[in-house]
């Protein structure tokens, strides 16, 4: 197998284990997704024994720690722009509006974007797309540098 199949495993891996907590949560079943935590990662443990073309020379650790870096800058910038509007949703602020305090009609609340619950699903399945990201800029940094010119199938 090669390693960027074994990435790609890896992703969707970690996508399927999403949906298995999500399950698990709706369900309130929590020993469901830590028996597929487990078995996910011995499904891991032995794709990796499978990878043969582990050969790290100079232009290999370049392409990685490129890969790294711009997986990196991009998903703090989109998980913290998330995070942020997702501190906002839980932390809402009522306006200090005469309409607010007096004018309100009784059992109304402020509007809620998203529900906390969401805001967890939406951040692990961010966590998940990280690995895809990382893949695709491997996938660019190998074309670019000429890694897949030999050992590509």
């Known amino acids: 197998m090669k390693k960027n199949i074994f990435y790609l495993l890896i992703g969707f891996i970690a996508v399927l284990l999403l949906a298995v907590f999500w399950y698990s949560v709706e369900n309130f079943t929590p020993i469901f997704s830590m028996v597929a935590f487990v078995l996910g990662v011995i499904v891991i443990y032995m794709a990796y024994r499978k990878v043969d073309d582990y050969i790290e020379d100079e232009r290999s650790a370049r392409i990685t720690e490129k890969a790294a870096l711009r997986t990196f800058q991009v998903f703090w910038v989109s998980f913290c722009a998330f ?5 906002m ?3 809402y602020m009522p306006r ?3 309409e607010h305090f007096f004018e309100r009609a009784p059992g109304t609340m402020p509007p809620e974007i998203m529900s906390p619950r969401m805001i967890g699903y939406i951040q692990l399945g961010l966590l998940c797309l990280m690995i895809f990201l990382y893949v695709g800029f491997r996938f660019y940094y190998a074309k670019k540098y000429g890694e897949w010119e030999t050992d590509e199938e």
């Open 96 to 98: 200090f509006s005469r």
């Open 89 to 91: 949703n839980l932390l």
């Open 83 to 87: 995070s942020i509007l997702a501190v």
